[in-house]
Protein backbone atom coordinates (compact mmCIF):
# COMPACT_ATOMS: atom_id res chain seq x y z
CA UNK A 1 0.00 0.00 0.00
CA UNK A 2 1.36 3.52 -0.76
CA UNK A 3 0.99 5.29 2.49
CA UNK A 4 1.40 8.48 0.74
CA UNK A 5 -1.71 8.18 -0.92
CA UNK A 6 -3.89 8.10 2.07
CA UNK A 7 -3.29 11.90 2.25
CA UNK A 8 -6.01 13.89 -0.01
CA UNK A 9 -4.42 16.46 -2.17
CA UNK A 10 -7.22 18.62 -1.46
CA UNK A 11 -6.95 21.21 1.54
CA UNK A 12 -10.19 20.82 3.73
CA UNK A 13 -11.73 24.68 3.91
CA UNK A 14 -14.08 26.21 6.85
CA UNK A 15 -15.78 29.02 6.52
CA UNK A 16 -13.29 31.54 7.66
CA UNK A 17 -10.85 30.17 5.06
CA UNK A 18 -12.82 31.85 2.32
CA UNK A 19 -14.87 34.95 0.84
CA UNK A 20 -17.48 34.76 -1.18
CA UNK A 21 -16.58 37.05 -4.57
CA UNK A 22 -18.93 40.14 -4.99
CA UNK A 23 -20.78 39.99 -8.34
CA UNK A 24 -22.71 42.47 -10.55
CA UNK A 25 -26.25 42.41 -8.98
CA UNK A 26 -29.79 43.42 -10.13
CA UNK A 27 -31.64 43.35 -7.32
CA UNK A 28 -32.76 46.62 -5.47
CA UNK A 29 -32.29 45.93 -1.84
CA UNK A 30 -31.57 42.84 0.56
CA UNK A 31 -35.65 43.05 1.34
CA UNK A 32 -36.33 41.99 -2.51
CA UNK A 33 -34.57 38.82 -1.50
CA UNK A 34 -36.46 35.50 -1.37
CA UNK A 35 -34.75 33.21 1.89
CA UNK A 36 -36.97 30.45 1.13
CA UNK A 37 -35.98 27.57 1.43
CA UNK A 38 -35.98 23.14 1.51
CA UNK A 39 -35.76 21.59 4.66
CA UNK A 40 -36.17 18.43 3.58
CA UNK A 41 -38.20 16.54 0.73
CA UNK A 42 -41.66 18.02 1.77
CA UNK A 43 -41.08 20.89 3.97
CA UNK A 44 -40.07 24.13 3.32
CA UNK A 45 -39.39 27.25 5.31
CA UNK A 46 -38.96 30.90 4.85
CA UNK A 47 -35.91 31.19 6.94
CA UNK A 48 -33.06 28.16 6.39
CA UNK A 49 -32.54 27.94 10.27
CA UNK A 50 -33.03 25.36 12.48
CA UNK A 51 -32.53 24.78 16.12
CA UNK A 52 -30.05 21.81 16.86
CA UNK A 53 -31.40 19.25 18.76
CA UNK A 54 -29.29 19.81 22.05
CA UNK A 55 -30.68 20.27 25.63
CA UNK A 56 -29.22 23.59 26.16
CA UNK A 57 -30.98 24.87 22.72
CA UNK A 58 -34.62 23.39 21.80
CA UNK A 59 -37.31 22.48 24.12
CA UNK A 60 -40.85 24.11 23.12
CA UNK A 61 -40.54 27.22 24.06
CA UNK A 62 -37.74 27.37 21.44
CA UNK A 63 -39.16 25.17 18.79
CA UNK A 64 -42.76 27.95 19.17
CA UNK A 65 -40.20 31.00 18.78
CA UNK A 66 -38.07 29.24 15.65
CA UNK A 67 -41.36 28.03 13.70
CA UNK A 68 -42.92 31.82 14.42
CA UNK A 69 -39.58 33.36 13.05
CA UNK A 70 -39.78 31.25 9.76
CA UNK A 71 -37.52 28.44 10.62
CA UNK A 72 -37.91 25.30 12.46
CA UNK A 73 -37.14 23.44 15.74
CA UNK A 74 -35.50 20.54 16.48
CA UNK A 75 -36.99 18.84 19.99
CA UNK A 76 -33.47 17.07 21.77
CA UNK A 77 -34.25 13.36 22.69
CA UNK A 78 -32.50 13.46 26.49
CA UNK A 79 -35.61 12.70 28.09
CA UNK A 80 -38.26 10.32 28.11
CA UNK A 81 -40.16 9.27 25.28
CA UNK A 82 -43.56 10.50 26.99
CA UNK A 83 -41.81 13.90 27.74
CA UNK A 84 -40.90 14.14 24.11
CA UNK A 85 -43.79 13.86 22.89
CA UNK A 86 -45.66 16.45 25.22
CA UNK A 87 -42.77 18.99 24.17
CA UNK A 88 -44.01 18.19 20.18
CA UNK A 89 -47.70 18.37 21.57
CA UNK A 90 -46.99 21.72 23.22
CA UNK A 91 -45.36 22.88 20.16
CA UNK A 92 -48.61 21.83 17.99
CA UNK A 93 -51.22 23.42 20.33
CA UNK A 94 -49.22 26.53 20.69
CA UNK A 95 -51.34 27.81 17.55
CA UNK A 96 -53.27 26.54 15.06
CA UNK A 97 -56.55 27.22 12.67
CA UNK A 98 -58.50 25.37 14.10
CA UNK A 99 -58.02 23.04 17.79
CA UNK A 100 -58.66 19.73 16.89
CA UNK A 101 -59.32 18.25 19.91
CA UNK A 102 -59.78 21.04 22.66
CA UNK A 103 -59.56 20.17 26.54
CA UNK A 104 -62.56 19.64 28.14
CA UNK A 105 -64.44 18.91 31.51
CA UNK A 106 -67.56 17.63 32.56
CA UNK A 107 -70.00 19.68 33.96
CA UNK A 108 -69.93 17.48 37.34
CA UNK A 109 -66.67 17.86 38.39
CA UNK A 110 -65.42 20.85 41.05
CA UNK A 111 -63.90 23.94 40.14
CA UNK A 112 -60.57 23.14 41.67
CA UNK A 113 -60.05 20.29 39.33
CA UNK A 114 -60.77 22.86 36.24
CA UNK A 115 -58.21 24.86 37.49
CA UNK A 116 -55.74 21.61 37.58
CA UNK A 117 -56.90 20.98 34.30
CA UNK A 118 -56.52 24.36 33.10
CA UNK A 119 -52.39 24.54 34.51
CA UNK A 120 -51.49 20.93 33.37
CA UNK A 121 -52.58 22.11 30.03
CA UNK A 122 -51.55 25.33 29.71
CA UNK A 123 -55.04 26.33 28.47
CA UNK A 124 -57.13 29.59 29.64
CA UNK A 125 -60.46 27.52 29.20
CA UNK A 126 -62.42 24.46 28.76
CA UNK A 127 -65.12 23.25 27.22
CA UNK A 128 -67.68 22.05 29.66
CA UNK A 129 -69.24 18.87 28.70
CA UNK A 130 -72.50 16.61 29.98
CA UNK A 131 -72.46 13.19 30.88
CA UNK A 132 -72.98 12.45 27.02
CA UNK A 133 -70.54 14.36 25.84
CA UNK A 134 -72.42 17.06 24.56
CA UNK A 135 -71.37 20.38 24.98
CA UNK A 136 -73.02 22.28 27.53
CA UNK A 137 -70.81 25.54 28.26
CA UNK A 138 -67.52 27.12 28.68
CA UNK A 139 -64.98 27.70 31.78
CA UNK A 140 -62.58 30.30 31.72
CA UNK A 141 -59.85 31.60 34.07
CA UNK A 142 -62.26 35.20 34.05
CA UNK A 143 -65.57 33.15 35.79
CA UNK A 144 -63.39 31.42 38.67
CA UNK A 145 -61.09 33.74 39.21
CA UNK A 146 -62.97 35.93 42.20
CA UNK A 147 -65.45 31.94 42.88
CA UNK A 148 -66.21 32.16 46.45
CA UNK A 149 -65.18 28.14 46.28
CA UNK A 150 -63.39 25.82 44.24
CA UNK A 151 -65.51 23.10 45.47
CA UNK A 152 -68.26 24.42 43.29
CA UNK A 153 -69.33 22.20 40.46
CA UNK A 154 -68.43 23.75 37.19
CA UNK A 155 -71.45 23.54 35.85
CA UNK A 156 -72.46 26.33 38.69
CA UNK A 157 -69.69 28.98 37.16
CA UNK A 158 -69.68 28.23 33.76
CA UNK A 159 -71.05 30.21 30.74
CA UNK A 160 -74.07 27.56 30.32
CA UNK A 161 -74.98 26.21 26.55
CA UNK A 162 -78.32 29.02 26.31
CA UNK A 163 -75.69 32.02 26.42
CA UNK A 164 -72.78 30.45 24.24
CA UNK A 165 -71.45 31.61 20.92
CA UNK A 166 -70.77 28.52 19.01
CA UNK A 167 -70.24 27.67 15.26
CA UNK A 168 -70.84 24.69 13.27
CA UNK A 169 -67.70 22.86 12.02
CA UNK A 170 -67.28 24.19 8.73
CA UNK A 171 -66.99 27.85 9.33
CA UNK A 172 -64.47 29.90 8.00
CA UNK A 173 -61.82 31.69 9.32
CA UNK A 174 -63.59 34.79 8.06
CA UNK A 175 -66.59 34.56 9.60
CA UNK A 176 -65.07 32.68 12.80
CA UNK A 177 -63.19 36.38 13.28
CA UNK A 178 -66.75 38.16 12.93
CA UNK A 179 -68.31 36.12 15.67
CA UNK A 180 -65.83 36.45 17.76
CA UNK A 181 -65.81 40.14 17.43
CA UNK A 182 -69.26 40.49 17.27
CA UNK A 183 -69.81 38.99 20.14
CA UNK A 184 -66.81 40.50 22.24
CA UNK A 185 -65.71 36.47 22.97
CA UNK A 186 -62.37 34.73 22.92
CA UNK A 187 -63.87 31.35 22.45
CA UNK A 188 -65.49 29.61 19.44
CA UNK A 189 -66.36 26.02 20.19
CA UNK A 190 -67.52 24.58 16.78
CA UNK A 191 -70.16 21.97 17.47
CA UNK A 192 -71.95 19.37 15.45
CA UNK A 193 -75.60 18.83 15.12
CA UNK A 194 -75.88 16.69 17.53
CA UNK A 195 -74.36 18.84 20.26
CA UNK A 196 -70.61 16.68 20.13
CA UNK A 197 -67.75 19.17 20.08
CA UNK A 198 -65.75 19.14 16.79
CA UNK A 199 -62.99 21.94 17.79
CA UNK A 200 -62.47 25.31 18.73
CA UNK A 201 -61.55 28.17 17.66
CA UNK A 202 -59.51 31.31 19.89
CA UNK A 203 -59.44 35.06 19.44
CA UNK A 204 -55.40 34.47 20.82
CA UNK A 205 -54.86 32.18 17.64
CA UNK A 206 -56.03 34.56 14.84
CA UNK A 207 -54.08 36.91 16.38
CA UNK A 208 -51.30 35.05 16.17
CA UNK A 209 -51.96 34.37 12.83
CA UNK A 210 -51.65 38.11 11.92
CA UNK A 211 -48.33 38.85 13.95
CA UNK A 212 -46.39 35.99 12.56
CA UNK A 213 -46.98 35.80 9.15
CA UNK A 214 -44.30 33.90 7.75
CA UNK A 215 -44.17 31.24 10.47
CA UNK A 216 -43.59 27.76 9.58
CA UNK A 217 -46.74 25.99 9.62
CA UNK A 218 -48.44 22.17 8.70
CA UNK A 219 -51.85 22.37 6.88
CA UNK A 220 -53.89 22.13 9.78
CA UNK A 221 -52.01 25.75 10.72
CA UNK A 222 -50.09 24.30 13.64
CA UNK A 223 -46.53 24.94 14.00
CA UNK A 224 -44.34 22.70 12.80
CA UNK A 225 -41.95 21.45 14.97
CA UNK A 226 -38.88 18.10 14.37
CA UNK A 227 -37.94 15.62 16.86
CA UNK A 228 -34.57 13.47 17.43
CA UNK A 229 -34.70 10.07 17.83
CA UNK A 230 -31.63 7.49 18.46
CA UNK A 231 -30.33 4.35 16.64
CA UNK A 232 -31.61 1.84 19.57
CA UNK A 233 -34.09 -0.58 19.18
CA UNK A 234 -36.42 1.07 21.46
CA UNK A 235 -36.23 4.75 19.39
CA UNK A 236 -38.98 3.18 16.98
CA UNK A 237 -41.55 3.16 19.65
CA UNK A 238 -40.25 6.56 20.27
CA UNK A 239 -40.64 7.67 16.88
CA UNK A 240 -44.42 6.63 16.67
CA UNK A 241 -45.29 8.55 19.95
CA UNK A 242 -43.36 11.77 18.37
CA UNK A 243 -45.55 11.36 14.96
CA UNK A 244 -48.59 10.39 17.04
CA UNK A 245 -48.31 13.32 18.97
CA UNK A 246 -47.90 15.63 15.63
CA UNK A 247 -43.94 15.76 14.94
CA UNK A 248 -43.58 16.91 11.27
CA UNK A 249 -40.01 15.89 11.22
CA UNK A 250 -38.09 12.87 12.58
CA UNK A 251 -34.33 13.56 12.99
CA UNK A 252 -32.23 10.34 13.60
CA UNK A 253 -29.51 11.41 15.35
CA UNK A 254 -25.77 10.35 15.63
CA UNK A 255 -22.92 11.30 15.90
CA UNK A 256 -21.18 9.16 13.16
CA UNK A 257 -24.17 8.84 10.76
CA UNK A 258 -22.18 7.06 7.70
CA UNK A 259 -22.70 3.89 10.05
CA UNK A 260 -24.34 0.11 9.59
CA UNK A 261 -26.17 1.00 12.64
CA UNK A 262 -27.63 4.47 11.47
CA UNK A 263 -28.37 3.31 7.53
CA UNK A 264 -30.50 -0.13 9.31
CA UNK A 265 -32.02 2.25 11.97
CA UNK A 266 -33.23 4.80 8.90
CA UNK A 267 -34.21 1.66 7.30
CA UNK A 268 -36.31 0.65 9.84
CA UNK A 269 -37.87 4.02 10.53
CA UNK A 270 -39.51 4.43 7.17
CA UNK A 271 -40.60 0.37 6.88
CA UNK A 272 -42.40 0.84 10.14
CA UNK A 273 -44.12 4.90 9.09
CA UNK A 274 -43.71 5.00 5.96
CA UNK A 275 -44.96 8.53 6.02
CA UNK A 276 -42.74 9.80 8.01
CA UNK A 277 -40.34 12.52 7.01
CA UNK A 278 -37.08 12.07 7.95
CA UNK A 279 -33.89 13.59 8.25
CA UNK A 280 -30.64 11.66 9.11
CA UNK A 281 -26.83 12.47 10.43
CA UNK A 282 -24.19 12.95 10.77
CA UNK A 283 -21.99 12.50 8.07
CA UNK A 284 -18.82 14.61 5.97
CA UNK A 285 -18.85 12.82 2.58
CA UNK A 286 -20.63 12.47 -0.79
CA UNK A 287 -20.22 8.59 -0.02
CA UNK A 288 -22.33 9.20 3.48
CA UNK A 289 -24.73 11.31 1.94
CA UNK A 290 -24.98 8.74 -1.23
CA UNK A 291 -25.91 5.52 1.45
CA UNK A 292 -28.16 7.74 3.72
CA UNK A 293 -30.49 8.72 0.46
CA UNK A 294 -30.21 5.88 -0.55
CA UNK A 295 -31.71 4.36 2.46
CA UNK A 296 -34.53 6.63 2.73
CA UNK A 297 -33.62 9.71 4.26
CA UNK A 298 -35.70 13.13 3.33
CA UNK A 299 -32.76 15.17 4.40
CA UNK A 300 -29.30 14.99 5.19
CA UNK A 301 -27.17 16.40 8.53
CA UNK A 302 -23.43 17.40 7.45
CA UNK A 303 -20.98 18.10 9.68
CA UNK A 304 -18.77 15.88 12.02
CA UNK A 305 -16.91 18.17 14.62
CA UNK A 306 -17.27 21.79 13.44
CA UNK A 307 -19.67 22.39 16.40
CA UNK A 308 -19.01 25.47 19.01
CA UNK A 309 -18.88 22.67 22.16
CA UNK A 310 -17.39 19.59 19.99
CA UNK A 311 -14.04 18.67 20.61
CA UNK A 312 -14.64 15.28 18.59
CA UNK A 313 -11.69 15.99 16.01
CA UNK A 314 -9.58 16.75 18.99
CA UNK A 315 -10.36 13.23 21.25
CA UNK A 316 -10.65 10.83 18.28
CA UNK A 317 -8.54 12.77 15.23
CA UNK A 318 -11.94 12.52 12.54
CA UNK A 319 -13.80 15.00 11.30
CA UNK A 320 -14.20 16.83 8.15
CA UNK A 321 -13.84 21.14 7.45
CA UNK A 322 -17.60 22.24 7.00
CA UNK A 323 -17.43 24.35 4.12
CA UNK A 324 -15.36 21.46 2.34
CA UNK A 325 -17.82 18.93 3.84
CA UNK A 326 -20.72 20.90 2.28
CA UNK A 327 -18.97 21.79 -1.22
CA UNK A 328 -17.76 18.06 -1.95
CA UNK A 329 -21.09 16.94 -1.06
CA UNK A 330 -23.27 19.23 -2.48
CA UNK A 331 -23.70 17.99 -6.44
CA UNK A 332 -24.63 13.83 -5.05
CA UNK A 333 -27.65 15.86 -3.07
CA UNK A 334 -28.73 17.28 -5.57
CA UNK A 335 -28.44 14.66 -7.81
CA UNK A 336 -30.37 12.42 -5.41
CA UNK A 337 -33.07 15.59 -4.90
CA UNK A 338 -31.64 15.38 -0.92
CA UNK A 339 -31.65 18.37 0.88
CA UNK A 340 -28.28 19.19 2.92
CA UNK A 341 -27.94 20.76 6.57
CA UNK A 342 -25.16 22.20 7.53
CA UNK A 343 -25.04 21.08 10.98
CA UNK A 344 -22.18 23.11 13.58
CA UNK A 345 -19.77 26.29 13.58
CA UNK A 346 -22.15 28.78 12.18
CA UNK A 347 -21.20 32.11 14.58
CA UNK A 348 -22.71 34.87 12.05
CA UNK A 349 -24.34 35.72 9.02
CA UNK A 350 -21.06 35.53 6.74
CA UNK A 351 -21.25 31.06 7.88
CA UNK A 352 -24.38 31.39 7.30
CA UNK A 353 -24.14 32.46 3.64
CA UNK A 354 -21.11 30.60 3.22
CA UNK A 355 -23.08 27.31 4.01
CA UNK A 356 -26.01 27.77 1.53
CA UNK A 357 -23.33 29.27 -1.01
CA UNK A 358 -21.68 25.86 -0.53
CA UNK A 359 -24.76 24.25 -1.71
CA UNK A 360 -26.56 23.17 1.81
CA UNK A 361 -30.15 24.21 1.62
CA UNK A 362 -30.45 25.07 5.45
CA UNK A 363 -28.23 25.53 8.69
CA UNK A 364 -28.27 23.78 12.09
CA UNK A 365 -27.49 26.39 14.86
CA UNK A 366 -26.72 25.41 18.58
CA UNK A 367 -24.03 27.64 20.40
CA UNK A 368 -26.04 30.95 18.87
CA UNK A 369 -29.13 30.23 20.12
CA UNK A 370 -28.51 28.56 23.35
CA UNK A 371 -27.87 32.22 24.52
CA UNK A 372 -31.29 33.31 23.92
CA UNK A 373 -33.87 34.03 25.98
CA UNK A 374 -36.06 30.57 24.40
CA UNK A 375 -33.20 28.09 25.24
CA UNK A 376 -33.75 25.62 28.09
CA UNK A 377 -30.14 26.18 28.96
CA UNK A 378 -29.60 27.83 33.17
CA UNK A 379 -28.79 31.12 33.06
CA UNK A 380 -25.67 32.61 35.30
CA UNK A 381 -24.28 36.19 36.35
CA UNK A 382 -20.88 36.73 36.15
CA UNK A 383 -18.93 39.62 36.71
CA UNK A 384 -22.57 41.15 36.34
CA UNK A 385 -23.29 39.73 32.66
CA UNK A 386 -25.57 37.30 32.46
CA UNK A 387 -24.65 34.11 30.59
CA UNK A 388 -26.42 31.14 29.72
CA UNK A 389 -25.16 27.73 29.94
CA UNK A 390 -24.99 25.58 26.75
CA UNK A 391 -23.30 21.79 26.52
CA UNK A 392 -22.71 19.46 23.57
CA UNK A 393 -24.78 16.44 23.68
CA UNK A 394 -21.12 14.08 24.14
CA UNK A 395 -20.17 16.14 26.91
CA UNK A 396 -19.69 14.21 30.21
CA UNK A 397 -22.34 16.02 32.11
CA UNK A 398 -24.87 15.25 29.38
CA UNK A 399 -23.34 11.61 29.10
CA UNK A 400 -24.40 11.05 32.98
CA UNK A 401 -27.98 12.94 32.30
CA UNK A 402 -28.33 10.17 29.20
CA UNK A 403 -27.40 7.30 31.58
CA UNK A 404 -29.81 8.64 34.42
CA UNK A 405 -32.50 8.94 31.99
CA UNK A 406 -32.18 5.68 30.49
CA UNK A 407 -31.55 3.98 33.69
CA UNK A 408 -34.02 5.86 35.77
CA UNK A 409 -31.63 6.03 38.71
CA UNK A 410 -29.11 7.92 39.68
CA UNK A 411 -25.40 7.20 38.24
CA UNK A 412 -22.52 6.03 39.89
CA UNK A 413 -18.92 7.63 40.37
CA UNK A 414 -17.05 4.81 38.12
CA UNK A 415 -19.52 5.39 35.81
CA UNK A 416 -18.83 9.04 35.50
CA UNK A 417 -14.95 8.19 34.90
CA UNK A 418 -16.02 5.51 32.26
CA UNK A 419 -16.81 8.47 30.21
CA UNK A 420 -15.20 9.95 27.06
CA UNK A 421 -16.71 13.00 26.19
CA UNK A 422 -16.79 14.64 23.06
CA UNK A 423 -18.25 17.31 24.06
CA UNK A 424 -18.00 20.48 26.54
CA UNK A 425 -19.83 22.02 28.80
CA UNK A 426 -19.48 26.28 28.24
CA UNK A 427 -21.37 29.53 28.56
CA UNK A 428 -22.02 31.77 26.16
CA UNK A 429 -23.47 35.53 26.29
CA UNK A 430 -27.09 36.29 26.95
CA UNK A 431 -28.31 37.46 23.25
CA UNK A 432 -31.93 38.33 23.94
CA UNK A 433 -34.54 36.55 22.04
CA UNK A 434 -34.29 34.23 19.20
CA UNK A 435 -36.15 36.16 17.04
CA UNK A 436 -33.60 39.27 17.30
CA UNK A 437 -30.84 36.98 16.23
CA UNK A 438 -32.64 35.59 13.91
CA UNK A 439 -33.23 39.15 12.37
CA UNK A 440 -29.80 39.61 12.21
CA UNK A 441 -28.49 36.50 10.99
CA UNK A 442 -30.86 36.97 8.52
CA UNK A 443 -29.55 40.32 7.63
CA UNK A 444 -26.35 39.13 7.30
CA UNK A 445 -27.60 36.44 4.55
CA UNK A 446 -30.31 38.72 2.84
CA UNK A 447 -27.73 41.16 2.25
CA UNK A 448 -24.69 38.12 1.71
CA UNK A 449 -26.97 37.03 -1.65
CA UNK A 450 -27.75 40.68 -2.59
CA UNK A 451 -23.47 40.79 -2.97
CA UNK A 452 -23.46 37.91 -4.98
CA UNK A 453 -26.59 38.52 -7.63
CA UNK A 454 -28.51 35.78 -5.99
CA UNK A 455 -32.36 36.66 -5.30
CA UNK A 456 -33.01 33.41 -3.90
CA UNK A 457 -31.28 30.20 -3.13
CA UNK A 458 -31.32 28.37 -6.59
CA UNK A 459 -29.56 31.87 -7.54
CA UNK A 460 -27.35 31.95 -4.81
CA UNK A 461 -25.72 27.89 -5.21
CA UNK A 462 -25.38 29.26 -8.94
CA UNK A 463 -23.95 32.78 -8.82
CA UNK A 464 -21.47 31.56 -5.68
CA UNK A 465 -18.03 31.63 -6.34
CA UNK A 466 -15.33 31.46 -3.18
CA UNK A 467 -12.03 32.86 -3.26
CA UNK A 468 -9.21 31.21 -0.62
CA UNK A 469 -7.97 34.12 1.73
CA UNK A 470 -5.21 33.93 3.89
CA UNK A 471 -3.98 34.84 7.38
CA UNK A 472 -3.83 38.23 6.34
CA UNK A 473 -6.66 38.17 4.48
CA UNK A 474 -8.85 36.92 7.55
CA UNK A 475 -7.59 39.67 9.81
CA UNK A 476 -8.53 42.48 7.28
CA UNK A 477 -11.78 40.91 7.02
CA UNK A 478 -12.51 41.60 10.74
CA UNK A 479 -12.70 44.92 12.44
CA UNK A 480 -8.87 45.86 12.48
CA UNK A 481 -6.48 48.53 13.87
CA UNK A 482 -9.29 50.32 15.48
CA UNK A 483 -9.97 50.59 18.93
CA UNK A 484 -13.87 49.02 19.38
CA UNK A 485 -16.11 50.57 21.78
P1 LIG B 1 -22.91 24.93 16.90
O1 LIG B 1 -21.58 25.33 16.33
O2 LIG B 1 -24.03 25.63 16.21
O3 LIG B 1 -23.06 23.37 16.55
O4 LIG B 1 -22.97 25.05 18.37
C1 LIG B 1 -24.16 22.63 16.95
C2 LIG B 1 -23.97 21.18 16.57
O5 LIG B 1 -22.90 20.57 17.29
C3 LIG B 1 -23.10 19.16 17.32
N1 LIG B 1 -22.90 18.68 18.69
C4 LIG B 1 -21.81 18.01 19.11
N2 LIG B 1 -20.72 17.58 18.42
N3 LIG B 1 -19.83 16.70 20.44
C5 LIG B 1 -19.73 16.92 19.09
O6 LIG B 1 -18.72 16.49 18.48
C6 LIG B 1 -20.89 17.11 21.18
O7 LIG B 1 -20.93 16.92 22.39
C7 LIG B 1 -21.93 17.78 20.48
N4 LIG B 1 -23.12 18.31 20.87
C8 LIG B 1 -23.69 18.84 19.76
C9 LIG B 1 -24.50 18.89 16.85
O8 LIG B 1 -24.43 18.40 15.53
C10 LIG B 1 -25.15 20.27 16.92
O9 LIG B 1 -26.23 20.43 16.07
Known sequence: MNFQEKVSPQTGLTFDDVLLVPRRSRIPSRHAVDTSSRISRNIRCRLPILSANMDTVTEATMAVAMARAGGMGILHRFLSPERQAQEVARVKRAESLVVADPVTIRQDLSVARALQTMHEREVGGLVVLDSEDRVCGILTRRDTALAPSTELPVSELMTPRERLITAPPGISLPEARALLHAHRVEKLPLVEEDGRLAGLITAQDILKLQQHPHSTKDERGRLRVGAAVGVRAADIERAGRLLAAGADLLVLDIAHGHSDLAIGMLRSLKAEYPQAEIMAGNVATPEGVRDLAEAGADAIKIGVGSGSICITRVVTGSGYPQLSAILESAEVAQALDVPLVSDGGVRQGGDLTKALAAGASSVMVGGLLAGTTESPGASVIRDGRRYKVVRGMASLSANVSRLEVDQHREVDPEDWERVVPEGVEATV?????????????????????????????????????????????????????????
Open 429 to 485: PYRGDVADVLYQLVGGLRSGMTYVGASNLAELWENARFVRITGAGFKESGSHDVQRI
